[in-house]
């Protein structure tokens, strides 16, 4: 795949999907900004691993939840590089109760994470990426933000929000040049489903045509894509990723 961009912030990338991504990516070729909230020591190994393999890499650590600190985040990068060309919106939490038990807190922090802090970032990379007229924005929503899921009222709005934002930042950034996408995983091996019950997962993998939980490779390459200039005519588009499970 061919990357007419240098570098790229991935948010939540100590860990799970964002690690993979990160990786990923610098195997590509792109510089890549690890950006952490709590384990500064995975992104660091990260960094070396990338670094291991010839790549490039940089650590950043701020709360995606805290627009002055995301601001801050994009300025240093931009200030290092003079420029960000693309920017993958992959942090996020679940806190899944049943909605009759859910305080508002409960939802509003997932929106706060999951939701808003993708606003921030898509607005600032959306401003720093017009002026050089080329950029690419990759935002992980979720399977359940198109069909719903019990237990989620919260994870489940902030990523249907997500791919709705991600539709109308596409329609804002198309003049000039910036393309805004959405992939939306199905159930995949990480820390996130790690915490569901042995039944549940069975249950799930019940549902999932091909018959296994995902891999953060199998996301990660669709990012790539996204990204890259082989998706260049594709912008406010909801890539599945999900093993058929909802199609
Ligand atoms: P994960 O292993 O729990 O990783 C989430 C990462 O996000 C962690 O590194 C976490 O850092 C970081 N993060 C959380 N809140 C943050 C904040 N406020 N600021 C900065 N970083 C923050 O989960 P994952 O499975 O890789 O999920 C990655 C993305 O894929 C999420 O958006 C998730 O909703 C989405 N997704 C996952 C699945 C799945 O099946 N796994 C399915 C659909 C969508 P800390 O450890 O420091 O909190």
Known sequence: M??????????????????????????????????????????DAIKTEIEANGGVAAVIGFDVADEEAFVEG??????SDGELSYLVNN??????????????????????????????????????????????????ASIVGETGNAGQVNYSASKGGLIA??????????ARDVRFNTVTPGFIATEMTD????????????????????????????????LSDSSSYITGEVLKVNGGMYM
Request: aromatic share 8%.
């Open 91 to 140: 942090a996020g939490i679940t806190n899944d109760k049943l909605a009759i038990r859910m305080k508002k807190e409960d939802f509003t922090s997932v929106i706060d994470i999951n939701l808003t802090s993708a606003f921030i970032g898509c607005r600032e990379a959306l401003k720093v990426m017009s002026k050089k007229r080329f950029g690419s924005v990759v935002n992980i």
């Open 74 to 79: 994009i300025k240093t990068i931009v200030d």
């Open 165 to 174: 934002m991600s539709k109308s930042f596409a329609l804002e950034g198309s």
């Open 2 to 43: 061919k990357f007419s961009g240098k570098n790229v912030l991935v948010t939540g990338a100590a860990s799970g999907i964002g690690k993979e991504i990160a990786l990923t990516l610098a195997g590509y070729g792109l510089k890549v900004w690890v950006n952490y909230r709590s384990r500064p020591e995975s992104a």
């Open 195 to 226: 915490k569901l019950s042995e039944d549940i997962k069975e249950s799930y993998t019940s549902k999932i045509p091909l018959k296994r939980f995902g891999s953060p490779k199998d996301i990660a390459e669709a990012v790539a894509f996204l």
